[in-house]
């Protein structure tokens, strides 16, 4: 019954930390998934808008990029600079 006991005070001091680091890796998530948003909302607005000039599509990738920003922020951010810089568009401060 002690070995049990101690198993679950164990158990419990190992998954304290998890769970006081699960909101901070949610902030992060959030955060990401936030200017990768900006970043979508930014090649649309600079580079496929249609003011003074025909309209330049997304390519599959961007496109691609630009809806997994919700739910992959990570693989998308860097698609989505690096289409931004190459169209010389000032990238936003990540935040």
Known sequence: METLRRCAIAGLLLMAPLALMAPLATSAQSSDAQYCTELGHLYSKYVTSTEG???RPPTP???AAMAKCPSDPSSSIPVLEKALTDAKVNLPKRG
Do not use: L
């Open 53 to 55: 000039k025909r309209p």
């Open 61 to 63: 990738d961007i496109s």
